[in-house]
Nanobody
Framework: QVRLVESGGGLVQAGGSLSLSCAAS????????MAWYRQPPGKQRELVAE????????YADSVKGRFTISRDNARRNTVHLQMNSLKPEDTAVYYC???????????WGQGTRVTVSS
């Protein structure tokens, strides 16, 4: 069974940094794309950043220049999100998302909470 496991959330003061990681397991297939979404309190889930198998990236305007998504070259099907200059409005539950080369559908992690205090 495919699983996405996130780690690295927590509480940080505004201006600080956090790094999130997501590791996919339970499949021999590689990911086509991996992404981070977030759901702020009382709001809809939104795309934060995504990275393709080839390394192309895309960011939400609100995080450009502050967040960096990257694949882990040493660990297959693992992606990181480096979050710098965090703002209170970055407070949300962050979800890892993946699509696999030979599997249909979307796969989601259980979410990790990020809280940025002012």
């Amino acid at each position: 069974q495919v699983r996405l496991v996130e780690s690295g959330g927590g509480l940080v003061q505004a201006g600080g940094s956090l790094s999130l990681s997501c590791a996919a397991s339970g499949t021999i297939f590689s990911t086509n794309a991996m992404a981070w979404y977030r759901q702020p309190p009382g709001k809809q889930r939104e795309l934060v950043a995504e990275i393709t198998r080839g390394g192309s990236t895309n960011y939400a305007d609100s995080v450009k220049g502050r967040f960096t998504i990257s694949r882990d070259n040493a660990r297959r099907n693992t992606v990181h999100l480096q979050m710098n200059s965090l703002k209170p409005e970055d407070t949300a539950v962050y979800y890892c998302h993946a699509q696999f080369s030979a599997l249909s559908g979307d796969y989601w992690g259980q979410g990790t909470r990020v809280t940025v205090s002012s």
